[in-house]
């Protein structure tokens, strides 16, 4: 064997060629040049034993599992692989006698302080220390001294608990907090053999990603709670997914025991989210398992819903979208099946009306743009942000980016009014009054050194709507400015709900949007209004016009999963399945599409909204041409904007992108005038936990929904004579609330954030949608 | 070998000698002082090599010196200094004063007495390599010596002998001081890097984090011992080569060795570079004045808690490295434990083992878990809950931090420190067997060794369950 390996170390290759020859226990190998070489001895069929490694992270070969021996000048040499690149020649061997010796005795050591709780530990049965202990230890422990002691488990925040006995000290979640995440609220503290893992006094690991931790802890040492004591790893079945929480699309596992949800995982998916998920991704399945889930179809009668029966409900609705003018809004929260059939259903009956958004998107022309997609976001010389923030609404597309400015690969131009996620790595970030950003952008881009980070190399502008008390004419007027400046520039929308680009490219879109609807339904134009999970009462930035619109229309048929405000004044209210319920394939921000997969029986006798697009249209004599998934499927193929899909590649990890017709930004007139010195301009925009139903239903994120307050600078505190912590009344043109007060000066002068959809006050009670900007007063009471 | 080195002197006055070079001052009362400091010839090689050298000839005398860093590994100082990629800027030198091994306390007197020979030494340094900013971490728990170099710097600063424009030159060098916290292995070069960039004391991996690529903030640092760096006034002044001769054929300079333990005079002292032998430095009246009560020497440590013991047959060896290397121990930083032959030679393992089982810093698995448990499994020796099988199992799990326990040692760790604890049970299991299986089978030491009670407990007992 070792002559083998000597003949070959003396080859000298002839031709040029991109990859490195290596040896790795006597096999020739070809590895990628910057590769480690723990990943090229795996990848060349020697899977090296490890626990601190994780390739989505900086090595750091602490905790020395990974020993293999390397041929060196002076004979073999024991390197740690996972901090040793390859090279050209490489000979390595990882199953000699004393790497075998050296690598058993790493085992023996970590187990010597490690509790044999494996029973009654959840990380039993997928546990890397357990597995190769079994694989790689020496099958016996020496070590009769007392094992170390520590109270076991302590909760590091609301989510997460730390049984620092069982830790072995691998430096993944301390360095995922820092590296990754950017919140490095977890560290080491104590030394050598006291060493532990633990949170600053007073400061719980509240990070909106803690959940990664606990998938990346290679012992039982972090535990979530939503899942501790739930099931066994070898119970558990599962499928790949995507999530649909947001608009980023990360892939996860979805995983179940006796047909019930019982946790979510982050798959490794190199395009969209490197194997990370935010906590609320990451943990309200719970919603999903949620008592309060819709069992059963509701009727009016009188002022009760009563439950009934789907033949009655159904019958009931086609009766409903027979007659009269009907609109459509949501479509945004199910699968690119659903808004499909959904969108046909429309097509056959002349429904014209419809949106999936609620006024807090962009026009859908957007899409139309020259799209990048996150990974190249992510590499871009100069990445332009005009969204809103990030690590709040879109988390993952968050660690992308701030990755991209971390590793020094992007410099970040942000224009934002309020501080945001983002706004620390940003190599600018642009204090913008609400109603000015296209003459703030056009004013920046003209500088000269933006001037020259722009020439630099390729752009990307991430592009949303920060605020709901505006227009989206600002943004799209802010979008156009760069796009005059930057004519090579890529746009990567921020759209808000999983599946927005799904919905409308499946067409539940038109010329008429949410604003228009319910304008339509609030002057009595309007007899049915669909809403395809949509609670335009909670969702809605103007929440007195939503309210009039659900009151003034005869019929408001709803499908969901909860019962909602807007629900709650339906004739009808068809129980939907939810995530997890149903099969199909969803379209994140950048047009990708990937698979959604049911893993568990759908709730009660609820249905996904295509198959109730399905039944009501043969109760309406009308042939959609499908009457599955697959057939849903096909006929999507058949159409240009889904025909990518015809290979397959939706089932892929990776998905596959949607072919997006090319459009142009609509011309808008942004004008909003200057407020008066009395006023402060509304800023409204969303936080991760809200009151929405994902939240509000998982018990285990309730909690963390945050109070409303009212943000202001605290110059501008000072110049109303008010002090931080105590109530004013806020007025609007639209209405009068008592809010507490709070100096923040990440909050930009002349500025008054609120937060939407949040406990306590509700900022839709102050926005008219209808105005360029929303300007209020803040009197003390 | 050590025969040929030390024939030509006897004991009893006879001793090789040398000039004072780092020690002259420490007599003198107002030695620390600016002016005791400037009375007595301090700043003129500053002045010297500023005015009349060029950064490279200053560099040529150090290599001419051939002086071994005196930190602990002994590598050449202007080899060191040649590891520098060229044109890269900024690059910082980094004066490691965290002397904390036990018996070490070599340069703890360096700073304290002659601060400004130092200080004066750094700025060479950073003129010959081109630095503008230099780091001097001296040891938290060293108060006086923090206090005279603070003193000693602002003299300096205020005679512009530090900072804008040193001595009207357009050479200019800024020194920050920082005190440690009292971690051991902050005195590993990268741990210590890590530690002034204000982060935890972890050692960095070598490769790729060798200091003189990526040091402190990922730019090119020098890192040097104290006593490497009091050195330079003198090689400057006098020039490399006769600092070269004073010592022997391959170690030279003068040198100062810190000697504790069993002698009648414990000290530090300067010696002559690789010609002087323990025995002298041990027996000679103007060194340690012979072993206490005049008994035998059992074991002593040549060079720090990390080195491997010697014993009576390696007495008349020189202080030389090459010499001590080959014979299987080190150096190091020059600090020398004597032990006697009441020594109870369990204990003195078991002690130096739980100093480095404390100061471990955690980083890695082995080090972390191994020498605690070997700490652990003395301390059960010790206590009377020995068993047969304990002895095998010490080398088994030494084995498993230091391969093939061979000397100088492979490591399956980070950094030295975790084979630091295998050298004294290598040291003394192997040599004196039978005192640990008399433990084993009485539960107490052998007759004749010396009762010291065990008033500090176990690495494990020492610390609260939290």
Same mark, same amino acid.
């Given at each position: 064997?070792?002559?083998?390996?000597?003949?070959?170390?003396?080859?000298?290759?002839?031709?040029?060629?991109?990859?490195?020859?290596?040896?790795?226990?006597?096999?020739?190998?070809?590895?990628?040049?910057?590769?480690?070489?723990?990943?090229?001895?795996?990848?060349?069929?020697?899977?090296?034993?490890?626990?601190?490694?994780?390739?989505?992270?900086?090595?750091?070969?602490?905790?020395?599992?990974?020993?293999?021996?390397?041929?060196?000048?002076?004979?073999?040499?024991?390197?740690?692989?996972?901090?040793?690149?390859?090279?050209?020649?490489?000979?390595?061997?990882?199953?000699?006698?004393?790497?075998?010796?050296?690598?058993?005795?790493?085992?023996?050591?970590?187990?010597?302080?490690?509790?044999?709780?494996?029973?009654?530990?959840?990380?039993?049965?997928?546990?890397?220390?357990?597995?190769?202990?079994?694989?790689?230890?020496?099958?016996?422990?020496?070590?009769?001294?007392?094992?170390?002691?520590?109270?076991?488990?302590?909760?590091?925040?609301?989510?997460?608990?730390?049984?620092?006995?069982?830790?072995?000290?691998?430096?993944?979640?301390?360095?995922?907090?820092?590296?990754?995440?950017?919140?490095?609220?977890?560290?080491?503290?104590?030394?050598?053999?006291?060493?532990?893992?633990?949170?600053?006094?007073?400061?719980?690991?509240?990070?909106?990603?803690?959940?990664?931790?606990?998938?990346?802890?290679?012992?039982?040492?972090?535990?979530?709670?939503?899942?501790?004591?739930?099931?066994?790893?070898?119970?558990?079945?599962?499928?790949?997914?995507?999530?649909?929480?947001?608009?980023?699309?990360?892939?996860?596992?979805?995983?179940?025991?006796?047909?019930?949800?019982?946790?979510?995982?982050?798959?490794?998916?190199?395009?969209?989210?490197?194997?990370?998920?935010?906590?609320?991704?990451?943990?309200?399945?719970?919603?999903?398992?949620?008592?309060?889930?819709?069992?059963?179809?509701?009727?009016?009668?009188?002022?009760?819903?009563?439950?009934?029966?789907?033949?009655?409900?159904?019958?009931?609705?086609?009766?409903?979208?027979?007659?009269?003018?009907?609109?459509?809004?949501?479509?945004?929260?199910?699968?690119?099946?659903?808004?499909?059939?959904?969108?046909?259903?429309?097509?056959?009956?002349?429904?014209?009306?419809?949106?999936?958004?609620?006024?807090?998107?962009?026009?859908?022309?957007?899409?139309?743009?020259?799209?990048?997609?996150?990974?190249?976001?992510?590499?871009?010389?100069?990445?332009?942000?005009?969204?809103?923030?990030?690590?709040?609404?879109?988390?993952?597309?968050?660690?992308?980016?701030?990755?991209?400015?971390?590793?020094?690969?992007?410099?970040?131009?942000?224009?934002?009014?309020?501080?945001?996620?983002?706004?620390?790595?940003?190599?600018?970030?642009?204090?913008?009054?609400?109603?000015?950003?296209?003459?703030?952008?056009?004013?920046?881009?003209?500088?000269?050194?933006?001037?020259?980070?722009?020439?630099?190399?390729?752009?990307?502008?991430?592009?949303?709507?920060?605020?709901?008390?505006?227009?989206?004419?600002?943004?799209?007027?802010?979008?156009?400015?760069?796009?005059?400046?930057?004519?090579?520039?890529?746009?990567?929308?921020?759209?808000?709900?999983?599946?927005?680009?799904?919905?409308?490219?499946?067409?539940?879109?038109?010329?008429?949007?949410?604003?228009?609807?319910?304008?339509?339904?609030?002057?009595?134009?309007?007899?049915?209004?669909?809403?395809?999970?949509?609670?335009?009462?909670?969702?809605?930035?103007?929440?007195?016009?939503?309210?009039?619109?659900?009151?003034?229309?005869?019929?408001?048929?709803?499908?969901?999963?909860?019962?909602?405000?807007?629900?709650?004044?339906?004739?009808?209210?068809?129980?939907?399945?939810?995530?997890?319920?149903?099969?199909?394939?969803?379209?994140?921000?950048?047009?990708?599409?990937?698979?959604?997969?049911?893993?568990?029986?759908?709730?009660?006798?609820?249905?996904?909204?295509?198959?109730?697009?399905?039944?009501?249209?043969?109760?309406?004599?009308?042939?959609?041409?499908?009457?599955?998934?697959?057939?849903?499927?096909?006929?999507?193929?058949?159409?240009?904007?889904?025909?990518?899909?015809?290979?397959?590649?939706?089932?892929?990890?990776?998905?596959?992108?949607?072919?997006?017709?090319?459009?142009?930004?609509?011309?808008?007139?942004?004008?909003?005038?200057?407020?008066?010195?009395?006023?402060?301009?509304?800023?409204?925009?969303?936080?991760?936990?809200?009151?929405?139903?994902?939240?509000?239903?998982?018990?285990?994120?309730?909690?963390?929904?945050?109070?409303?307050?009212?943000?202001?600078?605290?110059?501008?505190?000072?110049?109303?004579?008010?002090?931080?912590?105590?109530?004013?009344?806020?007025?609007?043109?639209?209405?009068?609330?008592?809010?507490?007060?709070?100096?923040?000066?990440?909050?930009?002068?002349?500025?008054?954030?609120?937060?939407?959809?949040?406990?306590?006050?509700?900022?839709?009670?102050?926005?008219?949608?209808?105005?360029?900007?929303?300007?209020?007063?803040?009197?003390?009471? | 070998?050590?025969?040929?080195?030390?024939?030509?002197?006897?004991?009893?006055?006879?001793?090789?000698?040398?000039?004072?070079?780092? *020690?002259?001052?420490?007599?003198?009362?107002?030695?620390?002082?600016?002016? !005791?400091?400037?009375?007595? &010839?301090?700043? @003129? $090689? %500053?002045?010297?090599?500023?005015?009349?050298?060029?950064?490279?000839?200053?560099?040529?005398?150090?290599?001419?010196?051939?002086?071994?860093?005196?930190?602990?590994?002994?590598?050449?100082?202007?080899?060191?200094?040649?590891?520098?990629?060229?044109?890269?800027?900024?690059?910082?030198?980094?004066?490691?004063?965290?002397?904390?091994?036990?018996?070490?306390?070599?340069?703890?007197?360096?700073?304290?007495?002659?601060?400004?020979?130092?200080?004066?030494?750094?700025?060479?340094?950073?003129?010959?390599?081109?630095?503008?900013?230099?780091?001097?971490?001296?040891?938290?728990?060293?108060?006086?010596?923090?206090?005279?170099?603070?003193?000693?710097?602002?003299?300096?600063?205020?005679?512009?002998?530090?900072?804008?424009?040193?001595?009207? *030159?357009?050479?200019?060098?800024?020194?920050?001081?920082?005190?440690?916290? !009292?971690?051991?292995?902050? &005195?590993?070069? @990268? $741990? %210590?890097?890590?530690?002034?960039?204000?982060?935890?004391?972890?050692?960095?991996?070598?490769?790729?984090?060798?200091?003189?690529?990526?040091?402190?903030?990922?730019?090119?640092?020098?890192?040097?011992?104290?006593?490497?760096?009091?050195?330079?006034?003198?090689?400057?002044?006098?020039?490399?080569?006769?600092?070269?001769?004073?010592?022997?054929?391959?170690?030279?300079?003068?040198?100062?060795?810190?000697?504790?333990?069993?002698?009648?005079?414990?000290?530090?002292?300067?010696?002559?570079?690789?010609?002087?032998?323990?025995?002298?430095?041990?027996?000679?009246?103007?060194?340690?004045?012979?072993?206490?009560?005049?008994?035998?020497?059992?074991?002593?440590?040549?060079?720090?808690?990390?080195?491997?013991?010697?014993?009576?047959?390696?007495?008349?060896?020189?202080?030389?490295?090459?010499?001590?290397?080959?014979? !299987?121990?080190?150096?190091?930083?020059?600090?020398?434990?004597?032990?006697?032959?009441?020594?109870?030679?369990?204990?003195?393992?078991?002690?130096?083992?739980?100093?480095?089982?404390?100061?471990?810093?955690?980083?890695?698995?082995?080090?972390?878990?191994?020498?605690?448990?070997?700490?652990?499994?003395?301390?059960?020796?010790?206590?009377?809950?020995?068993?047969?099988?304990?002895?095998?199992?010490?080398?088994?799990?030494?084995?498993?931090?230091?391969?093939?326990?061979?000397?100088?040692?492979?490591?399956?760790?980070?950094?030295?420190?975790?084979?630091?604890?295998?050298?004294?049970?290598?040291?003394?299991?192997?040599?004196?067997?039978?005192?640990?299986?008399?433990?084993?089978?009485?539960?107490?030491?052998?007759?004749?060794?010396?009762?010291?009670?065990?008033?500090?407990?176990?690495?494990?007992?020492?610390?609260?369950?939290?």
């Amino acid at each position: 064997m070792s002559d083998v390996n000597d003949t070959e170390v003396q080859e000298t290759p002839v031709v040029v060629k991109t990859t490195l020859s290596i040896t790795v226990d006597g096999r020739a190998h070809e590895a990628e040049p910057g590769q480690l070489l723990i990943d090229a001895c795996e990848d060349a069929g020697s899977y090296v034993p490890r626990f601190c490694y994780h390739p989505r992270m900086e090595p750091v070969g602490m905790c020395r599992q990974c020993l293999v021996e390397v041929e060196g000048p002076r004979g073999p040499m024991m390197v740690v692989s996972c901090m040793t690149p390859v090279a050209e020649g490489q000979v390595a061997r990882t199953e000699t006698p004393s790497v075998k010796r050296a690598q058993e005795g790493v085992l023996e050591l970590l187990l010597a302080n490690h509790p044999l709780d494996c029973p009654v530990c959840d990380k039993g049965g997928e546990c890397p220390l357990q597995d190769q202990a079994f694989s790689h230890g020496p099958g016996e422990s020496r070590f009769v001294e007392e094992k170390r002691h520590y109270e076991k488990p302590i909760p590091i925040s609301d989510l997460v608990f730390l049984d620092r006995e069982r830790c072995i000290l691998c430096d993944r979640c301390t360095r995922f907090a820092d590296e990754v995440a950017g919140d490095p609220l977890i560290s080491f503290t104590q030394r050598g053999n006291n060493t532990q893992v633990n949170t600053f006094p007073d400061e719980p690991f509240a990070s909106y990603f803690s959940g990664n931790t606990v998938q990346i802890c290679p012992v039982g040492a972090l535990t979530a709670k939503p899942y501790r004591f739930k099931a066994r790893p070898w119970d558990l079945e599962q499928r790949e997914s995507t999530c649909t929480t947001c608009s980023v699309g990360c892939r996860t596992v979805i995983q179940s025991s006796r047909d019930e949800l019982l946790r979510y995982q982050g798959s490794d998916s190199d395009a969209v989210n490197w194997g990370w998920l935010c906590d609320k991704g990451r943990f309200n399945f719970e919603n999903v398992n949620s008592e309060d889930r819709l069992e059963q179809p509701l009727m009016r009668d009188g002022s009760n819903l009563v439950p009934s029966t789907w033949s009655q409900a159904s019958a009931a609705v086609a009766e409903a979208l027979k007659t009269g003018t009907t609109a459509i809004l949501g479509g945004a929260r199910g699968t690119n099946e659903d808004a499909f059939a959904w969108a046909r259903l429309a097509d056959a009956l002349g429904i014209q009306m419809r949106d999936p958004q609620l006024s807090d998107g962009l026009p859908t022309e957007v899409f139309g743009l020259p799209s990048a997609s996150i990974e190249e976001a992510a590499n871009a010389t100069t990445i332009i942000v005009i969204a809103p923030d990030l690590k709040e609404e879109l988390p993952v597309l968050y660690l992308r980016l701030r990755d991209a400015a971390e590793k020094r690969r992007s410099r970040i131009l942000e224009f934002t009014a309020v501080s945001t996620g983002l706004t620390k790595y940003s190599w600018k970030s642009v204090p913008t009054e609400p109603g000015l950003q296209a003459s703030t952008v056009r004013n920046t881009l003209g500088e000269a050194t933006v001037r020259e980070q722009l020439g630099k190399g390729n752009v990307v502008v991430v592009v949303g709507r920060a605020s709901l008390a505006e227009s989206a004419d600002h943004t799209v007027a802010a979008l156009s400015a760069v796009l005059a400046e930057v004519p090579g520039a890529k746009v990567l929308p921020v759209v808000r709900r999983g599946n927005v680009r799904g919905a409308v490219a499946a067409g539940l879109g038109s010329n008429t949007n949410a604003t228009e609807i319910l304008t339509a339904a609030a002057a009595g134009k309007l007899d049915t209004l669909v809403l395809l999970g949509a609670d335009p009462i909670a969702d809605f930035p103007d929440t007195d016009l939503a309210r009039r619109a659900i009151s003034a229309v005869r019929n408001v048929i709803s499908l969901d999963t909860f019962l909602t405000e807007s629900t709650a004044r339906a004739s009808v209210v068809l129980p939907a399945s939810a995530y997890g319920e149903k099969e199909g394939t969803t379209t994140n921000l950048e047009g990708r599409v990937t698979s959604v997969a049911q893993k568990v029986t759908a709730r009660g006798t609820s249905r996904a909204d295509w198959m109730v697009a399905v039944d009501i249209a043969r109760r309406l004599n009308v042939d959609l041409g499908f009457d599955s998934v697959e057939s849903i499927q096909r006929a999507m193929i058949a159409t240009t904007v889904f025909a990518p899909m015809a290979d397959g590649g939706a089932n892929t990890r990776e998905g596959v992108l949607i072919d997006q017709p090319a459009m142009s930004l609509p011309t808008v007139s942004a004008t909003a005038g200057t407020h008066s010195s009395y006023d402060l301009r509304l800023v409204v925009s969303r936080r991760m936990y809200d009151q929405g139903a994902s939240t509000a239903h998982s018990p285990s994120l309730v909690g963390l929904a945050q109070r409303n307050v009212l943000r202001v600078n605290s110059a501008d505190l000072a110049r109303i004579g008010v002090a931080s912590g105590t109530s004013v009344r806020a007025t609007s043109s639209k209405a009068s609330v008592s809010v507490t007060v709070e100096a923040d000066d990440s909050v930009g002068r002349g500025v008054a954030h609120l937060t939407f959809n949040a406990p306590g006050i509700n900022a839709g009670d102050l926005i008219d949608v209808n105005a360029s900007v929303n300007d209020i007063k803040v009197e003390t009471l | 070998m050590s025969d040929n080195t030390t024939a030509n002197y006897s004991l009893g006055g006879q001793v090789p000698t040398g000039p004072k070079i780092l *020690t002259s001052r420490w007599e003198s009362a107002d030695g620390h002082t600016y002016d !005791g400091y400037v009375r007595t &010839g301090g700043y @003129t $090689a %500053l002045r010297k090599a500023l005015t009349t050298m060029s950064p490279a000839q200053v560099h040529d005398e150090v290599k001419a010196s051939e002086m071994q860093g005196r930190g602990g590994a002994g590598f050449p100082a202007g080899t060191k200094w040649g590891f520098l990629p060229a044109d890269v800027h900024p690059r910082y030198l980094v004066i490691n004063g965290d002397e904390s091994e036990p018996g070490t306390y070599k340069d703890r007197l360096l700073m304290e007495k002659d601060p400004h020979q130092l200080i004066e030494g750094i700025i060479i340094a950073c003129y010959a390599f081109g630095a503008a900013q230099a780091f001097l971490y001296v040891r938290g728990e060293m108060a006086l010596a923090q206090e005279r170099l603070a003193q000693a710097l602002n003299d300096a600063y205020a005679n512009n002998l530090v900072g804008k424009r040193i001595c009207g *030159t357009d050479f200019s060098v800024d020194i920050t001081l920082t005190w440690g916290a !009292g971690a051991y292995i902050v &005195g590993e070069e @990268t $741990a %210590l890097i890590e530690s002034l960039e204000g982060e935890r004391g972890m050692p960095r991996l070598k490769p790729p984090f060798f200091p003189a690529s990526k040091g402190l903030y990922m730019q090119p640092t020098i890192v040097n011992n104290v006593e490497t760096l009091s050195n330079l006034p003198y090689i400057v002044n006098q020039g490399g080569t006769s600092f070269k001769d004073l010592g022997g054929a391959t170690s030279s300079g003068m040198r100062i060795f810190a000697v504790s333990g069993h002698v009648n005079k414990p000290g530090v002292f300067e010696v002559p570079n690789g010609i002087t032998t323990f025995r002298m430095l041990f027996e000679a009246p103007e060194y340690c004045g012979g072993v206490r009560s005049d008994r035998k020497v059992k074991a002593f440590i040549p060079g720090g808690a990390s080195a491997m013991w010697f014993f009576d047959e390696h007495l008349d060896l020189p202080l030389d490295k090459p010499t001590v290397d080959q014979a !299987g121990s080190m150096l190091g930083s020059g600090a020398i434990v004597v032990m006697d032959e009441t020594t109870d030679m369990v204990k003195a393992c078991w002690r130096v083992v739980r100093f480095f089982a404390r100061e471990s810093c955690g980083k890695c698995t082995p080090c972390r878990e191994g020498t605690t448990w070997l700490e652990r499994i003395l301390h059960r020796i010790l206590t009377g809950n020995g068993r047969r099988e304990d002895l095998d199992l010490l080398f088994e799990v030494s084995e498993s931090i230091s391969p093939g326990l061979a000397w100088p040692p492979r490591q399956t760790t980070i950094c030295p420190l975790g084979p630091s604890a295998v050298s004294p049970i290598a040291s003394a299991v192997n040599r004196f067997r039978h005192e640990f299986e008399h433990y084993i089978e009485h539960g107490r030491a052998i007759a004749g060794v010396e009762y010291v009670p065990m008033h500090a407990g176990s690495s494990h007992g020492a610390h609260a369950h939290v």
